[in-house]
């Protein structure tokens, strides 16, 4: 049976059919000069170069890019973030331990810092680069160390952006992009770098690309986060406020030099004409002048000076630095604060109108974002590599059994705890929450970046030590 289907009456008005849009997708006359290039996430990254040059700048000229940058890596790495192994022998825990305490020490290859040191290094130059490459350095059994593993961290200048699709030993069907060699189905398998820093190259010719060395992916590490997906290099965190930087840092410099000019003049001494007095019929000059017209009456604390007739002082009266330029600077170093992902408060030290309660609400934010980024790019980035790099040179070593190799992987890493906003009630808080049974005491003393076998061992050996010595418990005051 055919449907009937009711058409409107001839010259009826017709229903226009309904249209879906965003008003950011339009061309009108607000958003006409708005041109948002569709590059894909890699070329969108062409002036990488750029970018990484003028936000190293930013945080060696800038008070606000130096501090944007010390906040994160105080508050992401701190004192380090340590391994725990999580085995339940004892024995093979402390043995793991020691080994891998003996090791910190001489884990960098430049024999500057220790391990620890080399995280901060490491996440000092991924915030302010964008990125930063650590190559794993194996060394021989002879070399004076029980684990022959060292860890050198290296700038991003050394891969450069190179895009080609065939190369001097690459093997065939791989490609080069941004500086990093991809197989058939887009693996890294190599790095192209070059064997010294281009930007320190004082007294041989400048780098060329015919300097590049490939270097084996096993043995890199690539430390950056990815914004958007298929992203192979990184981004300072500095990039969507350098521009904004660079003004505030230009207008701040503005208003301060005008005020050093303006505070020159101190004040002025008006005369008469010719017939004055106060000037040398003869010379034109002022009599309270000397033979080489230096003032004779200089500004001196607590000075008297007698005046010749006809002479009159005006003091200079310049111009200050307006009366919204504190808020105005307030202001843009809120927006700068914000683009970097820092609070304003930890970032400029001012803590004007923040009470206790906002206080720890913005810093419990921004302790969120922190522990994102340590366990979703520090730790599976360049601890965990670096710990499996360690075991495994270890077993090679003969310091350990392929088993024991095994569990020194199997770790749980630690950050630095934090510390408490208000000790009492925080502590309070967590002890609730232990006698409650809503957590285990190990789970808080880990949260503050202990080893719950250790406290316990320190509490038994406290306990034995007064026992020993017949100290009976403190009295509460």
Not at 124 to 147: N, Q
Not at 188 to 197: G, L, N, P, Q, T
Not at 219 to 241: K, N, T, W
Not at 352 to 377: A, G, N
């Amino acid at each position: 049976m055919s449907r009937r289907i009711k058409r409107q009456p001839k010259g009826a008005p017709q229903s226009p059919a309904p249209q879906a849009r965003y008003d950011a997708a339009g061309y009108g006359r607000r958003l006409r000069g708005w041109v948002a290039p569709s590059s894909g996430p890699n070329l969108a990254i062409q002036g990488l170069e750029t970018l990484r040059n003028r936000a190293r700048d930013a945080m060696r000229n800038e008070w606000s890019g130096a501090a944007g940058a010390r906040v994160w890596v105080t508050n992401l790495i701190g004192t380090g973030i340590i391994p725990r192994p999580t085995t339940p022998d004892a024995k093979l825990k402390a043995k793991l331990s020691a080994l891998w305490d003996g090791w910190v020490a001489l884990a960098d290859a430049d024999s500057v810092l220790d391990f620890y040191g080399l995280q901060t290094l490491a996440t000092r130059s991924w915030i302010g680069s964008g990125e930063v490459f650590i190559r794993l350095r194996p060394r021989r059994i002879g070399d004076g160390m029980d684990v022959p593993l060292q860890v050198q961290v290296l700038e991003s200048d050394l891969l450069p952006n190179l895009n080609v699709d065939t190369w001097p030993g690459m093997q065939p069907g791989n490609r080069i992009r941004s500086g990093i060699e991809l197989d058939r189905i887009g693996r890294r398998v190599a790095y192209w770098m070059y064997k010294s820093h281009p930007g320190d190259r004082y007294l041989t010719a400048p780098a060329s690309l015919a300097d590049l060395s490939r270097v084996d992916a096993a043995s890199v590490l690539h430390l950056y986060e990815p914004i958007r997906p298929g992203q192979l290099r990184g981004v300072s965190d500095f990039s969507a406020v350098l521009a904004k930087l660079r003004g505030v840092m230009d207008f701040d410099d503005a208003v301060l030099e005008r005020q050093k000019l303006a505070n020159l003049f101190t004040l002025f001494i008006t005369r008469g004409g010719m017939g004055d007095p106060a000037l040398n019929p003869v010379t034109g000059m002022a009599t309270s002048y000397g033979p080489t017209g230096a003032p004779l009456a200089a500004l001196e604390p607590g000075i008297s000076q007698e005046l010749m007739p006809g002479e009159d002082v005006k003091f200079s009266d310049p111009p200050d630095a307006g009366a919204n330029y504190a808020e105005f600077m307030r202001q843009q170093h809120l927006g700068v604060a914000a683009g970097a992902g820092t609070p304003h408060e930890l970032m400029t030290g001012d803590l004007k109108d923040v009470s206790d309660r906002t206080l720890r609400v913005i810093i419990q934010e921004f302790r969120r974002h922190c522990e994102q980024r340590q366990w979703q790019i520090l730790i599976p980035q360049l601890c965990r590599p670096v710990r499996a790099a360690w075991a495994d040179a270890a077993v090679l070593a003969g310091q350990l059994t392929p088993a024991e190799g095994i569990e020194a992987k199997r770790v749980t890493w630690q950050p630095q705890g934090w510390a408490y906003i208000h000790p009492v009630q925080d502590a309070q808080g967590k002890a609730i929450e232990v006698k409650s049974g809503a957590r285990s005491r190990s789970s808080w003393i880990s949260e503050r970046g202990d080893d719950p076998d250790q406290v316990d061992q320190e509490r038994a050996a406290d306990d034995a030590r007064e026992k020993r010595l017949g100290i009976g418990p403190a009295v509460k005051a």
